[in-house]
């Protein structure tokens, strides 16, 4: 199983970014999806899931409104649309699928490598 992370970068505060998870290895469309985040001497924090036809969306207070998870699953792909960027957002961001239907945060079966957000100005 592969969760291949893209689309991080350096960006300033009150931009946008969108990044992307690309899954190979395991039946797409039958996973759940997440994505988290780890920032420098931070515990790891959930900030989207998605279920697995993409109908059912999950976010923490702190990110609910600014960001957004989607998925393509004819393109075994999944998305983080992330708005409103603050330099608090920075961190590492991982992908991450699960086979349980009530996407619990501790309950994510396979990781991506991440992909590094930086907002500052």
């Known amino acids: 199983v592969q969760l291949q992370a893209s689309g991080g970068g350096l960006v300033q505060p009150g931009s946008s970014l969108r990044l992307s998870c690309a899954a190979s290895?395991?039946?797409?469309?039958?996973?759940?999806m997440g994505w988290f985040r780890q920032a420098p001497g931070k515990e790891r924090e959930w900030v989207a899931a998605?279920?697995?036809?993409?109908?059912?969306?999950k976010y923490p207070d702190s990110v609910k409104g600014r960001f957004t998870i989607s998925r393509d699953n004819a393109k075994n792909t999944v998305y983080l649309q992330m708005i409103t960027l603050k330099p608090e957002d920075t961190a590492v961001y991982y992908c991450?699928?699960?086979?349980?239907?009530?996407?619990?945060?501790?309950?994510?079966?396979?990781w991506g490598q991440g992909t590094q957000v930086t907002v500052s100005s």
């Open positions: 290895g395991l039946p797409f469309s039958t996973y759940g």
């Open positions: 998605i279920s697995r036809t993409g109908v059912t969306t």
């Open positions: 991450a699928a699960s086979t349980d239907i009530y996407l619990r945060v501790t309950n994510f079966d396979y």
